[in-house]
């Protein structure tokens, strides 16, 4: 909203220009930006050159402008342009080129800012530059790309915690130059869209506020779940120098856990006209069909280095299910004809690992305590990768049934019966034989992985167990039965801040069982990072788990305190003081990420279907 001090400065501005000279249009010597204020936005301008000084977006409404996450710059020393506002919008013209149009026009309605570029012959005008500092938001840009760092049109730019554009842009050759980097002093995300030229003389950028989230009559004007419409497409972020979704925008590409977002995938609206979050997924499986490599496999060296001579556990299960997913979620049978092929050469990697053909896959480390010791470091089994699963690994089985369970389903669907039937009988021999091997009668519950040498290695696994009951691997009344063992586990050791999110175990590991020998990650350090860390990541298998074994008052407790964490935006940004990220923390609520921002930790949203059903 425009202040009342600047709209009659503004509007005694726009008189002046009905009378006066030609002359007195235009001014670059007005100190304070020119600024625009609705309820869904607040954007500010410099007078003396096209660039943003201030850039937010509440999409419920609710004028929380509070942070603007723009890299904060100078102006450039040379400034060739000259400006002229209305109370809805500010023009740029070049002061040595034609002065009857502008070059760059920036409009403002409650509900839209348009940008409009006009080419001047003979200019050259450079883009219209947008950075924003990453440790200040993490935001993103969904969208099909092509070419590395060029998204096209339409596309969606999501701020986590405050909201969402869709942006439109009026020629379809154009696209947005989208960047990323967090290996700088200053990490950021930043946007350019192109200028006007010979080629493409006017060009109309459209970005309008929007909430994207499942429409749920059930908690209609419930403001307690605000945190679920500002965030429920957090999962999704796309690193545009891979061209895949990522943990975040600049951080690493993981195929062991792209099945988190292809299950978020199914439940999401449409993101955009023509652009759904499946169509994310279907692109990133196609970067790794064109051999892409993602943490977890053998050969990923970008951000971070898988240094295993195995491919994780879980990595051929995740792109399975991911790709499955997508397919009977589509129902793309051209796309599943082509990969089909592809899918099946990633079924036999997982499927060739079971060597004593029990049904059960293994990893190629032994996972014997203390035989993570040697001076060459080796990378544990799963996405859980400091602490030391190996051989038989509890979680990989569950995701390792779940693919099978789905290839059954998509051979059925390409009349492939004689593979249904090969994948439905490895899943029968995976479930006939998982239980017996991974459950620890001491305890109650599963264990995480059965090393080489026989020992079963339990620290109250939470996310492992509930895993292996959301994928249907155990019969109702174990399943209860282990759920309240986790349970009455929690209020034993004192865990009940639900609003961090869980811990992954509920003891302390073990120094020879943990891979990396650093208190940063967790060694000998119970309640950082993943020894016992609180986090939001794989919450949602837990709510999910005790919804199905009708514990209800339960997997509320949990999922209404993260409701409050999503609200307040506690799972994004650094704690001060520490320089540590909020995507991890102790059981005090201390900062032990190193993210920033951390996408899995949003797949809990997806337990609001539970919630609402449990009505």
């Given at each position: 909203m425009v202040s009342r001090r600047h709209f009659i400065q503004q509007s005694s501005m726009a008189a002046v220009a009905l009378s006066a000279p030609q002359a007195l249009l235009f001014s670059n010597n007005d100190s304070e930006p020119f600024?625009?204020?609705?309820?869904?936005?607040?954007?500010?301008?410099?007078?003396?050159?096209?660039?943003?000084?201030?850039?937010?977006?509440?999409?419920?409404?609710?004028?929380?402008?509070?942070?603007?996450p723009l890299v904060t710059t100078s102006a450039p020393s040379e400034l060739p342009y000259l400006s002229r506002v209305t109370p809805n919008s500010i023009s740029y013209f070049l002061k040595a080129g034609k002065q009857n149009m502008p070059v760059w026009k920036c409009g403002l309605q409650p509900k839209m800012l348009t940008i409009h570029a006009h080419w001047v012959n003979g200019e050259n005008v450079a883009p219209l530059v947008i950075s924003f500092a990453q440790k200040k938001n993490h935001c993103t840009v969904l969208g099909i790309m092509d070419e590395q760092r060029q998204v096209k049109f339409p596309c969606v730019l999501h701020f986590p915690g405050l909201g969402t554009f869709r942006v439109y842009c009026n020629e379809p050759r154009v696209t947005l130059f989208y960047d990323a980097d967090r290996k700088v002093k200053e990490p950021f995300v930043k946007l350019a869209l192109q200028a006007a030229s010979a080629g493409f003389p006017d060009i109309t950028y459209r970005f309008e506020p929007v909430s994207i989230y499942p429409e749920i009559n059930k908690i209609q004007g419930d403001a307690r779940f605000d945190g679920f419409r500002r965030n429920y497409i957090n999962i999704f972020q796309m690193n545009p120098n891979v061209r895949a979704l990522a943990n975040n925008s600049a951080s690493d590409a993981c195929a062991l856990t792209l099945f988190l977002y292809a299950e978020m995938a199914m439940h999401t609206p449409e993101l955009v006209e023509g652009l759904t979050a499946m169509d994310l997924v279907r692109n990133t499986l196609e970067r790794y069909f064109e051999g892409m490599k993602g943490y977890g496999m053998v050969g990923y060296r970008i951000s971070a280095v898988w240094q295993s001579k195995f491919d994780s556990s879980d990595s051929m299960p995740s792109l399975i299910i991911s790709a499955c997913n997508y397919i009977l979620d589509s129902k793309d049978k051209a796309w599943a004809v082509k990969y089909y092929p592809a899918i099946k050469e990633w079924a036999a990697k997982m499927i060739i690992t079971d060597t004593n053909n029990d049904g059960i896959i293994e990893y190629g480390y032994s996972g014997n305590s203390g035989s993570w010791d040697g001076a060459e470091f080796k990378e544990p089994a799963n996405w859980w990768d400091d602490i030391g699963f190996g051989h038989d690994d509890a979680y990989s089985n569950a995701l390792a049934f779940r693919a099978c369970m789905l290839l059954v389903k998509v051979a059925a669907f390409l009349n492939e019966a004689d593979d249904s039937n090969y994948f439905d009988a490895f899943a029968k021999k995976l479930k006939g034989n998982y239980y017996a091997k991974f459950y620890n009668p001491d305890t109650g519950v599963l264990g995480g992985w059965r090393s080489e040498d026989g020992m079963l290695h339990d620290y109250y696994f939470t996310f492992v167990n509930s895993v292996a009951i959301s994928y249907g691997l155990i019969e109702m009344d174990d399943a209860k039965r282990i759920m309240m063992a986790l349970v009455k586990k929690m209020k034993e050791v004192g865990y009940t801040d639900f609003r961090l999110g869980l811990p992954g175990n509920l003891i302390p590991i073990a120094g020879d069982d943990y891979a990396d020998k650093s208190e940063d990650w967790g060694y000998r350090h119970f309640q950082t990072y993943e020894n016992g860390g609180a986090t939001g990541c794989y919450v949602y298998y837990t709510i999910h788990a005790l919804y199905q074994v009708g514990m209800k008052k339960e997997a509320e407790e949990i999922f209404m305190s993260m409701m409050e964490s999503y609200k307040d935006g506690s799972f994004q940004g650094y704690c001060e003081g520490n320089n540590r990220s909020k995507d991890w923390k102790n059981w005090k609520g201390e900062c032990w990420g190193y993210e920033g921002f951390l996408v899995d930790n949003y797949l809990a949203l997806l337990a609001i279907s539970d919630y609402v059903d449990s009505f």
């Amino acid at each position: 909203m425009v202040s009342r001090r600047h709209f009659i400065q503004q509007s005694s501005m726009a008189a002046v220009a009905l009378s006066a000279p030609q002359a007195l249009l235009f001014s670059n010597n007005d100190s304070e930006p020119f600024s625009y204020e609705s309820p869904y936005l607040k954007i500010q301008l410099r007078r003396e050159h096209p660039q943003f000084s201030f850039f937010s977006v509440d999409s419920l409404g609710g004028k929380q402008f509070a942070l603007s996450p723009l890299v904060t710059t100078s102006a450039p020393s040379e400034l060739p342009y000259l400006s002229r506002v209305t109370p809805n919008s500010i023009s740029y013209f070049l002061k040595a080129g034609k002065q009857n149009m502008p070059v760059w026009k920036c409009g403002l309605q409650p509900k839209m800012l348009t940008i409009h570029a006009h080419w001047v012959n003979g200019e050259n005008v450079a883009p219209l530059v947008i950075s924003f500092a990453q440790k200040k938001n993490h935001c993103t840009v969904l969208g099909i790309m092509d070419e590395q760092r060029q998204v096209k049109f339409p596309c969606v730019l999501h701020f986590p915690g405050l909201g969402t554009f869709r942006v439109y842009c009026n020629e379809p050759r154009v696209t947005l130059f989208y960047d990323a980097d967090r290996k700088v002093k200053e990490p950021f995300v930043k946007l350019a869209l192109q200028a006007a030229s010979a080629g493409f003389p006017d060009i109309t950028y459209r970005f309008e506020p929007v909430s994207i989230y499942p429409e749920i009559n059930k908690i209609q004007g419930d403001a307690r779940f605000d945190g679920f419409r500002r965030n429920y497409i957090n999962i999704f972020q796309m690193n545009p120098n891979v061209r895949a979704l990522a943990n975040n925008s600049a951080s690493d590409a993981c195929a062991l856990t792209l099945f988190l977002y292809a299950e978020m995938a199914m439940h999401t609206p449409e993101l955009v006209e023509g652009l759904t979050a499946m169509d994310l997924v279907r692109n990133t499986l196609e970067r790794y069909f064109e051999g892409m490599k993602g943490y977890g496999m053998v050969g990923y060296r970008i951000s971070a280095v898988w240094q295993s001579k195995f491919d994780s556990s879980d990595s051929m299960p995740s792109l399975i299910i991911s790709a499955c997913n997508y397919i009977l979620d589509s129902k793309d049978k051209a796309w599943a004809v082509k990969y089909y092929p592809a899918i099946k050469e990633w079924a036999a990697k997982m499927i060739i690992t079971d060597t004593n053909n029990d049904g059960i896959i293994e990893y190629g480390y032994s996972g014997n305590s203390g035989s993570w010791d040697g001076a060459e470091f080796k990378e544990p089994a799963n996405w859980w990768d400091d602490i030391g699963f190996g051989h038989d690994d509890a979680y990989s089985n569950a995701l390792a049934f779940r693919a099978c369970m789905l290839l059954v389903k998509v051979a059925a669907f390409l009349n492939e019966a004689d593979d249904s039937n090969y994948f439905d009988a490895f899943a029968k021999k995976l479930k006939g034989n998982y239980y017996a091997k991974f459950y620890n009668p001491d305890t109650g519950v599963l264990g995480g992985w059965r090393s080489e040498d026989g020992m079963l290695h339990d620290y109250y696994f939470t996310f492992v167990n509930s895993v292996a009951i959301s994928y249907g691997l155990i019969e109702m009344d174990d399943a209860k039965r282990i759920m309240m063992a986790l349970v009455k586990k929690m209020k034993e050791v004192g865990y009940t801040d639900f609003r961090l999110g869980l811990p992954g175990n509920l003891i302390p590991i073990a120094g020879d069982d943990y891979a990396d020998k650093s208190e940063d990650w967790g060694y000998r350090h119970f309640q950082t990072y993943e020894n016992g860390g609180a986090t939001g990541c794989y919450v949602y298998y837990t709510i999910h788990a005790l919804y199905q074994v009708g514990m209800k008052k339960e997997a509320e407790e949990i999922f209404m305190s993260m409701m409050e964490s999503y609200k307040d935006g506690s799972f994004q940004g650094y704690c001060e003081g520490n320089n540590r990220s909020k995507d991890w923390k102790n059981w005090k609520g201390e900062c032990w990420g190193y993210e920033g921002f951390l996408v899995d930790n949003y797949l809990a949203l997806l337990a609001i279907s539970d919630y609402v059903d449990s009505f």
